[in-house]
């Protein structure tokens, strides 16, 4: 079992997501965050203020997946979030201790495999 | 009918304005001319308005963008009337345009135009030119270079503006046809979006079209953006009879009852569809019927109007529901709401058009000569307004960009073109303070990274 967290940029959500569900990988957490990846700084004016951007908004998803899924995942986010320049992200793959699905008290391995809704 | 061309006194005749009001004070109103002050002030409230009423429909990061191509019209606009624009439209001339007589504003003074001050006229027309130039920037937003922009309305109010605003109202051949525009249907509304047609052509679909959905940000600017447009729309037609008189009245009412009609409409059709009574739609719908109305408010009984606006919503909202699927990014629907609205409201008022209210009688009443009259004036604005304003997209591709890169437009056209953002809560924001910015505006670029290697 993995965690994956990946931080991409948030006109490229879109494509992610849909790389990812494409993927079958459908469980995840979308946060919004900022970060500074190494880009040039934007330079914004307001009136006589003049600052520099060292922050850029920036996507953050959180994936827990079953070890066969990490490979599948990654290679998903890798070809949808990049645009080649520098401010595409990262992908962090971290090793989780335990995983609990809250409405069944199911653990691990079966926490995160996807259960198809019937209604 | 409208009088304005019937108005223009000689030019020069009257230097000094002092003179001019002394000689000519008789006719001038004081009823009239507090009116018309009221309605030239309501009307350039509507540009600002229209920069709500897109800026909500975009998204986030390109909405100072979007609001900025309405309100530098206010700029633009408004300076290149009073310089030129003005004399081009409303200049003796020929059929097809003005002349330079008025110029830089040369005569145009205190004297009475109809009952009211010409300057004051003047400044009433600058708001329609204003607003009309504004009124493009829906259909190209998200995507057009801004200096391109700026070179675009300006030459567009000269070259397609003022032109279009002679034929019908400077005493050009539309006026001479019988053609009836109580308050620009045609010049303003069909012209706007013929241009927007010719842009959205020109510069082809956002990179995001029909791949990503893109949201309005904001629903509430876009009905913040619909009121303030119906409130300064009184003045539009009310204005539109450069008097305080019966004629104003009616159109004023008729521009409160046609906007409802169409409402109500919309909302019997979106519950028809979905159930679901939607917001945006409603915005839309009083600006579809705001527009119909235009060229007809002052001709038309009371009962005609609410007609007019019920027919109107029917074009307009199919159009919508159907274009994005065609890959004409006519991004907030100018064409549909302003093109069909204007091309609606223009035909209808051939139809409802009466004597005894103000117009020339329709085809209702037994003249299909009218009819015709306004089928002319439409398909002639529509063609020239369309092709000119193709030739100058053309003509500015050759000497700047016209469109952002794919890069600008993924990032946000409001950092990329403007340097700011609309809504920022400053985190990481650090100021620069004078000795580092390089060139004294734009600082070095941050050192690149090694890239780590794997």
């Known amino acids: 079992m993995k965690l994956i967290r990946a931080i991409v940029r948030p006109e490229k959500l879109g494509d992610v997501l849909k790389a990812l569900f494409q993927a079958e990988v459908h469980g995840l957490t979308v946060t919004h965050v900022k970060g500074h990846g190494g880009e040039t700084d934007l330079v914004e004016t307001y009136r006589g203020t003049t600052v520099k951007m060292e922050l850029h908004d920036k996507v953050m998803l959180d994936i827990g997946v079953s070890d066969h899924f990490v490979e599948p995942t990654v290679q998903a986010i890798l070809q949808s979030a990049r645009t080649g320049e520098v401010g595409d992200g990262k992908i962090f793959v971290i090793p989780v201790e335990k995983i609990y699905r809250i409405r069944t008290g199911e653990e691990d391995e079966a926490a995160v495999t996807p259960v198809t809704v019937t209604s | 009918m409208r009088l304005r061309f019937a108005l223009l006194l000689a030019p020069g005749l009257l230097t000094f304005p002092a003179q001019a009001q002394d000689a000519t004070s008789a006719a001038i109103s004081g009823g009239d001319t507090a009116w018309m002050l009221i309605a030239t002030a309501l009307v350039l409230l509507m540009t600002p308005a229209l920069a709500f009423f897109y800026g909500g429909l975009v998204r986030a990061k390109n909405v100072l963008n979007t609001m900025m191509m309405s309100f530098i019209a206010l700029g633009v606009s408004g300076v290149l009337w009073a310089l030129l624009g003005y004399s081009l439209a409303f200049g003796e001339g020929s059929a097809w345009v003005g002349d330079l007589s008025m110029a830089l504003l040369r ?79 045609a010049v303003v509304h069909v012209n706007a979006a013929a241009a927007a047609i010719a842009a959205v052509l020109f510069l082809g679909p956002r990179k995001d079209y029909g791949r990503q959905a893109m949201l309005p940000h904001n629903v509430p600017f876009v009905l913040l953006g619909a009121g303030l447009l119906w409130f300064g729309w009184f003045g539009f037609n009310g204005g539109s009879a450069l008097a305080a008189g019966e004629s104003a009245a009616l159109a004023f009412v008729n521009t409160m009852l046609a906007p409802a009609a169409t409402l109500l409409v919309w909302t019997l059709l979106d519950l028809g569809r979905e159930g679901k009574v939607t917001a945006v739609g409603a915005a839309t719908a009083i600006v579809v019927g705001l527009v119909a109305i235009t060229p007809a408010a002052g001709f038309i009984a009371p009962w005609a109007a609410l007609l007019l606006g019920a027919i109107s919503a029917l074009p307009s909202y199919f159009a919508i529901l159907w274009r994005p699927r065609t890959r004409f990014d006519d991004s907030l629907d100018v064409f549909a709401a302003h093109g069909l609205g204007g091309i609606t409201g223009a035909l209808l008022t051939g139809v409802f058009a009466q004597t005894s209210w103000g117009g020339t009688d329709g085809l209702l009443f037994g003249n299909p000569g009218q009819f015709v009259a306004q089928l002319v004036s439409v398909l002639a604005v529509l063609l020239y307004s369309g092709v000119v304003s193709y030739l100058i997209l053309k003509a500015l591709s050759l000497f700047m960009p016209v469109r952002t890169i794919a890069r600008a437009e993924a990032v946000g056209l409001d950092v990329v073109l403007h340097g700011e953002e609309a809504y920022t809560d400053g985190e990481g924001a650090i100021l620069l303070l004078e000795h580092e910015r390089a060139n004294g505006t734009v600082p070095a670029p941050a050192p690149q990274p090694h890239p780590a290697t794997s």
């Open chain 2, 107 to 185: 005569g145009v003074g205190l004297e009475a135009s109809g009952s009211i001050p010409h300057l004051l006229f003047m400044a009433f027309q600058g708001t329609f030119a204003i607003i009309t130039a504004a009124l493009i920037s829906g259909a190209i937003v998200e995507r057009m270079q801004f200096k391109a922009y700026l070179w675009f309305i300006a030459l567009w109010g000269l070259l397609v503006y003022a032109p279009v605003a002679h034929w019908v109202w400077g005493g050009g051949w539309l006026a001479d046809l019988g053609a009836l525009d109580f308050a620009g249907g």
